[in-house]
Every structure is written in structure tokens, then in C-alpha cells.
């Protein structure tokens, strides 16, 4: 079945300094990804997608890298700020005419000031 | 626009109580979707909807069941609570964009606790 899953429970970092979160799929025929951010108490929220078709996606001090090879994607933030304190999941949305996310366990980045 | 709600926020039954969570969305989104949250562990399907009179099964549906009426609103119903049932809610809501994204919405959730 599909498996979303992610390398590292815990990652801490400095302020100041890159983050690199990491993801790995099971499912070759996945085509479309996310990644969440989760607040404590707070539902997740959009930070990024991407999809099959590209390897690389940036945003705002964020930026997806997919290797469909081995199954493999990553979100690294520059720069980590203590508000980029959270939980990322990373998503698989499957695809055929519904919604349905298949979510990691998540990792928890902690920032050191 | 309010976004995704949900209420309530904060929820206490007792084992075989009923109840039902409510999900709203002004966006008039098609898709909406209940995932629960368990310590630890990312979000778990439990049902969703492509649309007003259309839903279907997640990953776990079993001791939950769910209509879709209107376009907006998207409850789930607990009709006899389970202490395995104990666990954060979130609803979540998307439409498919044409070249564009899928993302979902969420809710900001609603805590429930079964003794």
C-alpha cells in the first residue's frame, strides 16, 4: 500500500541556519505532493507543492526537491526563523477524480535562538 | 471569509454517547474530507465528499458516518463513542483547480475525549 513517511522525528537547528526536512514514497505512481507546516493547536497549512513533473519548486525562503528515482522529496527552508517552529508533514495527494491526502508521520523542527 | 470552522473546539463523551462535529466552509469548495490526528502520527482519512449528496470512505471510516447536503456544511457523526475514538478532527476543504493546485484548507480542529 501506499507509505508516506519521514526520515527524522526531530530536527533542531539555529536560528539563522538551513533546514532540510525529508519525505520518502512508496507509491511510484504518485504525482502530486505537499508540504505542511502545524503549529501547536493549529490544523495544518499549506507551504508548498509539487509535482511530478518538476524536480525543483521554490517559494518564499522554501524550496521542494523531488526525486522520483528513489522516491524521495525534501523541504528546506533558508534562513530558519523561531516561527518556522513546528510540525511538516509531507503529503501524497492521489490523484482520480477525489481528494484524499496520505500524510507522513511528521518531523518537528525545533529552533535554537 | 471564515475560511474552514469547526466546532466545537473542545469535546468530553462518555463511551456510547452519540454526537456529531461540525464542519463549515464559505470558500464553496466541492471537496471536503474529516481526517483524525493521533498523538505522534500524521492525519488519517476517515471520510470524504466530492460534492453535495456525494461521500465516500477513507482510510479508517469504521464508528463514523457522514452527509454532505449542501455545499457548505460536512458533519460527522459519532453514533456510539469508543475511548479509540479519542483523538484530534480536522476538517478540510479543496477545490480542483485546473493547472493548478488541490490544496486542502483545514480547520482548525476539535479535540475530542472519550472516557
Known amino acids: 500500500g501506499e507509505n508516506v513517511g519521514l526520515h527524522l522525528p526531530t530536527l533542531s537547528v539555529q536560528e539563522g541556519d538551513n533546514s532540510i526536512i525529508n519525505c520518502a514514497y512508496s507509491?511510484?505512481?504518485?504525482?502530486?505532493f505537499i508540504w505542511y507546516k502545524q503549529e501547536s493547536g493549529k490544523g495544518p497549512q499549506f507551504i508548498i507543492d509539487?509535482?511530478?513533473?518538476?524536480d525543483k519548486r521554490q517559494g518564499q525562503r522554501v524550496t521542494v526537491l523531488l526525486n522520483k528515482t528513489v522516491k524521495h522529496l525534501s523541504l528546506q527552508i533558508a534562513a530558519t526563523q523561531p516561527g518556522d517552529s513546528a510540525v511538516y508533514f509531507c503529503a501524497d495527494l492521489s490523484s482520480g477524480g477525489y481528494n484524499k491526502l496520505i500524510f507522513g508521520a511528521g518531523t518537528r523542527l525545533a529552533v535554537h535562538p | 471569509n471564515a475560511g474552514v470552522t469547526q466546532t466545537p473546539k473542545f469535546q468530553v463523551l462518555k463511551t456510547g454517547q452519540s454526537m456529531t462535529l461540525q464542519c463549515a466552509q464559505d470558500m464553496n469548495h466541492e471537496y471536503m474530507s474529516w481526517y483524525r490526528q493521533d498523538p505522534g502520527m500524521g492525519l488519517r482519512l476517515i471520510h470524504y465528499?466530492?460534492?453535495?449528496?456525494?461521500?465516500d470512505q477513507g482510510e479508517v471510516p469504521n464508528g463514523y458516518n457522514v452527509s454532505r447536503s449542501t455545499t457548505e456544511d460536512f458533519p460527522l457523526r459519532l453514533l456510539s463513542a469508543a475511548p479509540s475514538q479519542t483523538s484530534v478532527y480536522f476538517c478540510?476543504?479543496?477545490?480542483?483547480?485546473?493547472?493548478?493546485?488541490?490544496?486542502?484548507?483545514f480547520g482548525p480542529g476539535t479535540r475530542l475525549t472519550v472516557l
Open positions: 478540510a476543504s479543496s477545490s480542483p483547480a485546473g493547472g493548478g493546485t488541490d490544496t486542502q484548507y
Open positions: 507509491n511510484s505512481a504518485s504525482d502530486y
Open positions: 465528499s466530492v460534492g453535495a449528496g456525494i461521500t
Open positions: 509539487i509535482r511530478s513533473n518538476m
